[in-house]
């Protein structure tokens, strides 16, 4: 991949990437050749998003049909994300914005959670890196980002070069699917941290939108709508709650996706599916139409995180019959036993962003969306508070 810098901005931003001294060329910035291996690294860690909370259980899990009983509590992140913004105001959105001359850059920070377990046991490693990339790119162009690079950290006990280079391939793919460049990582040899042939992963993403385009929320008032943009799955969010469900529904991963509308996949090839980067969709449809808020369905569902768009005082009702519920998701309730509630604050429930418009933009972006990758009318902005389902 190649990058072309051609504004005042981006040219500082270049002189910023290359430590403050002048690239020769920028045609294979993507590789990796200054990615960095360090040997050993300290015997600790912490994986913590402060834009907003990052939702995945690990460890010993007991048996239970909750999100909290598999071993993640939303709330508890929810207070810990209320605590940091004590100490640094200003967090709390998808992305961090940082003033530059008559832009911003518009930063993201995001890990795979728990899906990762899945890919150890499924063998299926050269997808992951795409859903490291889109935990974050997805997350800056909320603000109207167009993202400009990416940085990954990948992290094992003892280095295994070919399945490392297959998560890599992943992460380029990514990156080309958001026109953005793989700008480096770090690569940490870990001994006895992990368990053989187990890795974590942590990616980092830069954008950047002028000022005078920051989405923000701001100007959403009440009869505005909601339009909805497909995901391919679960993404990846909620996988501590579905390898619970998995592991006493009696089915194998290699077993066929139940009442799948006669499609045959198995259930690890639909927990597997990589989440969808909606960067260049996102973007085409911001540069036609005036688009007021931006929402990302991650851990929290709907429930926690179509509100972090709206100003005090809206809230919004979601017509849960304006689309289709994956086979998925509807196997995940029944095999779990899970509340409806439970689903739509942890699962995106088949719609993985979502757009704020006027009722009059909603026609145009409706029109041009069903001849390609799909979109729904699935709600509208109301006087009140919070998310209510009708």
């Known amino acids: 991949m190649s990058v072309s810098f051609s504004s005042p901005t981006e040219h500082l931003l270049r002189f910023i990437a290359f430590g403050g001294k002048p690239s020769a060329s920028t045609t294979d910035i993507s590789s990796t050749a200054w990615r960095s291996l360090r040997l050993p690294a300290p015997a600790g860690s912490a994986r913590m998003r402060r834009m907003g909370i990052s939702c995945s259980g690990s460890g010993s899990e007991v048996r239970g049909l909750t999100y909290k009983d598999a071993g993640v509590d939303i709330d508890a992140g929810s207070e810990l994300v209320r605590r940091i913004a004590k100490m640094a105001p200003g967090i709390g959105g998808f992305g961090g914005l940082f003033p530059l001359g008559d832009s911003y ?30 935990m974050s790119v997805n997350d800056i162009i909320t603000s109207g980002a167009k993202p400009l690079f990416f940085l990954d950290y990948f992290a094992t006990s003892n280095l295994d070069v070919d399945l490392a280079e297959k998560v890599i391939k992943g992460i380029v793919h990514g990156c080309q699917q958001s026109d953005c460049v793989l700008l480096g990582g770090e690569t940490a040899e870990m001994p006895d941290f992990y368990a053989k042939g187990e890795y974590d992963l942590s990616g980092f993403a830069v954008g950047i939108v002028e000022k005078n385009k920051v989405i923000n929320g701001k100007n959403i008032e009440a009869g505005d709508v909601l339009i909805g943009l497909p995901s391919s799955g679960v993404h990846s969010n909620g996988f501590s709650l579905v390898r619970r469900i998995l592991s006493q529904s009696g089915l194998q991963l290699n077993d066929q996706l139940p009442n799948n509308n006669g499609e045959s996949i198995t259930l690890g090839e639909a927990l597997m599916a990589p989440t969808v980067i909606y960067v260049k969709q996102v973007l085409d449809i911001i540069s036609k139409w005036s688009v007021k808020g931006i929402a990302h369905i991650t851990g929290g569902g709907f429930t926690d995180n179509i509100p972090r768009v709206f100003p005090t005082g809206l809230g919004v009702k979601i017509f849960t019959d304006s689309w289709e519920i ?56 109301v006087i009140g508070e919070g998310v209510e389902y009708v």
């Open 105 to 134: 850059l518009v930063a993201g920070t995001d890990g795979v959670g728990t899906k990762l377990k899945l890919a150890f046991e499924t063998g299926i490693h050269d997808t992951i890196g795409i859903d490291l990339v889109a």
């Open 326 to 381: 994956p086979a998925l998701f509807k196997w995940l309730k029944q095999a779990g036993g899970i509340e409806e509630s439970e689903m739509r604050r942890t699962f995106n429930m088949g719609i993985g962003m979502i757009l704020v418009v006027s009722r009059e933009t909603a026609t145009g972006i409706l029109s041009e969306c069903q001849g390609s990758s799909g979109a729904f009318l699935i709600g509208e902005v």
